[in-house]
């Protein structure tokens, strides 16, 4: 019985509750036609959290800034225990459609603190600009920008580099994972000199187009995501007069650009059986693989999208555990 058929899990009382909460700030705090955002008041609902100076759980945070013009900075998480020249960095973006959440949210915050314990890495969470106040390809800039910025200086609590380049991957989820992928066909490009991209990790990644989907069109009244939302942020990140089939929406659409010939990394691609843009994800997998590129799935079939930020769901173990087996593989 396919996802659309079939009741989703019931939820703990937190888990909905947080996901009701969002849901109303966001349709609350944004205008209808995609031209702004409320910020002061969303933030109101956007708890955030300070860097951890003294270890938590083995993790300790600071935050970095790359260019005060536009307030473009990172955390980063590094674990207090073993050698920090061995481990690998994961440059993470975070979701939110391009308009919502930043690098300090507490749920992100979580989230890479997890992701430095348990791969363990050094975690580069990226605090990129927002749509609607700064639309494509900001976002993208931010990113790569974040990428050259590490390559290049000398950052307080960063761990040393060694002789031979240090493998990186870069991460993210929803819009986070959509700005992976760009910012890895940027990255393989480029010639770093002191990091190696080993791999792309996308959560739930968040592609689109015209074409509205059999999941877009059955899965209806699961938690975040709706087709209404979902136009609302290609609306408010895009050019204007743009559609969704544009090149960084629809990756292998009537538009996209052919990445046969260039050396894109390893990738991972997790989707979940609520998530109404799984079948975007799927086509991405699929996409990848004509191109002749390595790519792995993963599908947790009751899981919707965002369920990565509630470690408290059973999905969470499982995917920390595939994330970990993913790099690793990488390395060796």
């Known amino acids: 019985m396919s996802s659309a058929n079939k009741p989703m899990p019931k939820l703990p009382l937190k888990v909905r509750f947080l996901i009701a909460a969002h849901s109303m700030t966001v349709a609350a705090f944004s205008r209808p036609d995609g031209s702004a955002v409320n910020r002061r008041l969303m933030n109101l609902f956007d708890p955030k959290a300070s860097p951890a100076t003294k270890p938590d759980n083995g993790v300790v945070s600071s935050d970095i800034m790359v260019d ?10 590094t674990t207090t225990s ?20 930043a690098a300090n949210s507490m749920n992100y915050d979580d989230l890479c603190k997890r992701l430095a314990r348990e791969i363990p890495a050094v975690v580069v969470s990226v605090n990129y600009r927002l749509s609607p106040e700064h639309r494509f390809p900001s976002q993208y800039v931010d990113g790569f ?47 770093f000199s002191r990091l190696k991209l080993r791999g792309v990790i996308a959560l739930q990644p968040f592609f689109g187009g015209e074409e509205r989907t059999e999941s877009e069109l059955k899965l209806v009244g699961v938690p975040f ?11 408010a990140f895009l050019p204007h007069g743009c559609d969704r089939d544009h090149q960084v929406v629809n990756v292998f659409g009537p538009n996209s650009v052919d990445i046969s010939e260039l050396p894109f990394p390893p990738t991972l691609v997790v989707i979940g059986g609520f998530d109404p843009l ?3 994800q799927k086509k991405y997998v699929e996409g990848l693989n004509k191109c002749g590129k390595q790519v792995y799935s993963v599908e947790y079939p009751d899981a919707f999208h965002g369920f990565y930020a ?13 994330l970990n087996t993913f790099v690793h593989n990488q390395l060796t």
Request: glycine share 8%; charged share 20%; proline share 6%.
């Open 68 to 77: 005060t013009t536009r307030k473009l900075w990172f955390r980063l998480y």
């Open 82 to 101: 073993g050698d920090q020249m061995d481990i690998p960095i994961i440059v993470y973006f975070h979701g939110g459609g391009f308009a919502y959440m």
């Open 145 to 191: 920008d974040v990428l050259k910025f590490i390559d290049s200086s000398d950052i307080e609590g960063f761990p040393a580099f060694g002789t031979s380049k240090k493998p990186f991957f870069v991460a993210g989820d929803s819009a986070g994972g959509n700005l992976a992928h760009h910012v890895a066909l940027k990255a393989c490009q480029h010639e």
């Open 225 to 235: 995501i709706s087709v209404k939302r979902t136009d609302w942020m290609w609306k």
């Open 278 to 280: 799984q079948d975007w």
């Open 310 to 322: 509630f470690p408290e769901l059973p999905e969470s173990p499982l995917l920390m555990a595939e």
